[in-house]
């Protein structure tokens, strides 16, 4: 893309935010599906279209920590330094909502999800609004997340306006931590990881705490439309004589190094889907570090449940 036609872009994107509209953002992590928070007609319709329930909240997107401070009442000096290691990247911060903060955006709990993305064109995007971006991933409720534009316009078609940063970084979510006193709890395990926390603040007790306020843990999320079958080494022959396996098998093979696996999950099994069948994938159970622990967490969501 040339530079004119980027900054045209960015500024059309601007313009349709500031008139209460949507506009699909490169992040690192996922695309999101955004609105300005100081839109209510916006933030409302971020629900409609992608039949999100209102109990579920949105994370808050900020290019600055000026704005990241004015969303919370309870930024302090661990907030400091998580940021300045971490921001702009990977990491979303639950922390104590300012009063003022339209309740629609945090599901009316009285924390907000806070979160300084890594990608330029996103933090342009910010930056020439002036208003931080309420933005889920852009997706239809409990699917799997896009990680290109071209996912983006085959979930919305052309209601929604996509700025095309490319393919995303990370192809994960970002982890989001809670913070309480003298602990931070790990919500969604993402690219930023447990040990990288815990370097940081050796005194903290950090652990991993999958919790209802975070439905992003509900069981059946982050979905392909054709059923995904995690299956141990040896075990594939019993797979396939099941009743509900059926169709064109499709391997999902991951790649030895965890970012690359990472960044490429959610595109195959976009793929496999347009060819409809089944998607199995093998279990590795030294795959649990690290990195491995938000892949694994996603595919084990990703896995048909029979109760479905
Ligand atoms: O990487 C990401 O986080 C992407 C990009 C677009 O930034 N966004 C994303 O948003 O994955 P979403 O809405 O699909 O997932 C956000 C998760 C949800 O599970 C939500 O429940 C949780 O964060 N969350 C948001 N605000 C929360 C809060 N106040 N308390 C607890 N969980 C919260
Ligand atoms: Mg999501």
Known sequence: MSYFTWVNSVQHAVEILRSGGLVSIPTETVYGLAAAIDTPQGIQRIFEIKERPFFDPL?????????????????NSTCDLLAKHFWPGPLSLILPKTPSLNPMITASLDTVGIR??????????IDRLQVPLAAPSANKFGKTSPTQASHVRDEFGDSVFVLDGGPCEIGLESTVISLGEG?????????????????????????????????????????????????????LENLLEKPSVKGPRHELVLDPNPALAARTIYSQMREFSKRGGFISVQKRPEQTDGLWLAIWDRLNRAAYKSSR
């Open 183 to 235: 602990r931070i709890d790990i919500l969604r395990p993402g690219a930023i990881t447990q040990a990288m926390l815990q370097n940081l603040l050796p005194h903290l007790k950090i652990e991993q705490r999958a919790s209802v306020a975070s439905p992003g843990h509900l069981e059946h999320h982050y979905q392909p439309s054709i059923p995904l079958f995690i299956y141990e080494s040896g075990e």
């Open 59 to 75: 994370i808050v997107h900020v290019s600055n920590l000026e704005q990241a401070r004015s969303l919370t009442t309870g930024w």
């Open 116 to 125: 300084m993305p890594r990608h330029p064109v996103c933090l342009e995007l």
